[in-house]
């Protein structure tokens, strides 16, 4: 945030309006944005009980934490599969 302006990615988040609109803006947020911002975007996921929001933050975060290999990330299962999460419940429209 700069200023008194919120992270646009943040006012999405507080703006949606269901799951696949807060399954959205955690695939499309920069991980920078939800990694810096994580405690806030946590918060709007159990406001709006969305649990699976919440577990793709623990793995986006658990994953970026890993030590890589000559560059690689290593351990990315997890992140697929949590992905895979969010991208079902935005194709259930």
């Known amino acids: ?5 919120l992270d646009r990615y943040v ?5 949606a309006d269901d799951d696949a609109a807060r399954a ?4 499309t947020a920069p991980v920078f ?14 406001r709006a009980a969305f649990g699976e929001g919440e577990a793709y933050l623990d793995v986006l975060a658990d ?6 290999h000559r560059g690689n ?15 079902s419940i935005i194709d259930r429209i």
């Open 1 to 5: 945030m700069t200023g008194n302006s």
């Open 11 to 15: 006012k999405a988040m507080r703006d």
């Open 24 to 27: 959205n803006v955690l695939l």
């Open 33 to 46: 944005t939800l990694m810096r911002w994580r405690d806030v975007f946590v918060t709007c996921c159990r």
């Open 63 to 68: 994953t970026m934490a890993k030590e890589r």
């Open 73 to 87: 990330l290593a351990g990315t299962m997890p992140m697929a599969g949590a992905t895979a999460t969010l991208l």
